[in-house]
């Protein structure tokens, strides 16, 4: 079992910064791709980035050139820096983690990008 707790949600206005973090139980969770996924209202959720244990990334087309995704193996945590936030980045957004047929969600934290 991985229990992912999120933080760093919040309120910021457009063209601002937000990092999230993701803190994971366990003691194997370098072996874990680790994900950030987000939902917004009325909308699917979808994937923002990942990385894999290897340390290779991928973003979402929306996020590309704005998000950082980053591991801290020896800390348990994965990061999502967030830059020039705009209101369609608005969502909760969940940490995720898997490692073969496992998954793991987080419960999830509310970024809302407002003036």
């Known amino acids: 079992q991985v229990q992912l707790v999120e933080s760093g949600g919040g309120l910021v206005q457009p063209g601002g910064s937000l990092r999230l973090s993701c803190a994971a139980s366990?003691?194997?969770?370098?072996?874990?791709?680790m994900g950030w996924r987000r939902q917004a209202p009325g909308k699917q959720r979808e994937l923002v980035a990942g990385?894999?244990?290897?340390?290779?990334?991928i973003y979402a087309d929306a996020v590309k050139g704005r998000f950082t995704i980053s591991r801290d193996n020896a800390k348990n945590t994965v990061y999502l820096q967030m830059n020039n936030l705009k209101p369609e980045d608005t969502a909760v957004y969940y940490c995720?983690?898997?490692?073969?047929?496992?998954?793991?969600w987080g419960q999830g934290t509310q970024v809302t990008v407002s003036s």
């Open positions: 995720t983690a898997a490692l073969g047929l496992q998954a793991y």
């Open positions: 366990g003691s194997i969770f370098s072996l874990y791709a």
């Open positions: 990385i894999t244990s290897g340390g290779a990334t």
